[in-house]
């Protein structure tokens, strides 16, 4: 996610300073990307240099508190109006790992997705957790925070899934039949776990 978008976002909602705004962007992310004052503050330069911020002035503490400008403010509705770019693949390092582990003499990539699956079912269960920890009607900021445990949660739920199809194909492959995969939802390894995907959706 780009920091510089995030931090118009929260000066769309008020005026801020630095450390306010890394504050705010954690807690409405859940702390999910932690972010330190110095990567605030730079991107505030740049901001201020690109005129989509502007300085208005220290409080009694001497904090210098950022707005926006209406060319910042212009910038903020455009990102809330337009899809993600999702062109730009970005780098996911268990893929490139399980591409490479294929292609390299004497790796044993079943090894490697079971670990890996291992793990990404503990996270798994770990943000089931966290997420049935909340009680009653959350107000804008545990809104925002649940959204966030939830795409992580889904996004654990489709690596286990991937993780099986890999574990399917590689197991083939080593049989001699290259023909295509069946549905990840009828792996073998499916079912042992269809009670945690089930309970994190809920």
Known sequence: MSIRQGLLAL???????????RSEFEARTGGTWPLNVGQVYQTLARLDRDGLVVELGDDDEGRTTYGLTDAGRAEVDRWWT?????????????????ALA?????????????AQRTATMRQLRDLTR??????GDPDRT????LLVVENLIFGAESEVRW?????ARVARAARGTYGPSTSPGRSSHRDPRANAHESARR
């Open 11 to 21: 000066l769309a909602d008020q005026p801020m300073y630095g450390a306010q705004l």
């Open 82 to 98: 337009q899809p993600v770019d999702r062109e730009s693949t970005p780098r996911n390092e268990l893929a490139i790992k399980l």
């Open 102 to 114: 294929v292609t390299v003499p004497g790796v044993d990539v079943t090894r490697i997705v079971q």
């Open 130 to 135: 966290i997420k049935s920890s909340t009680t």
């Open 142 to 145: 545990q809104l925002a925070w």
């Open 163 to 167: 993780l099986d199809h890999v574990e």
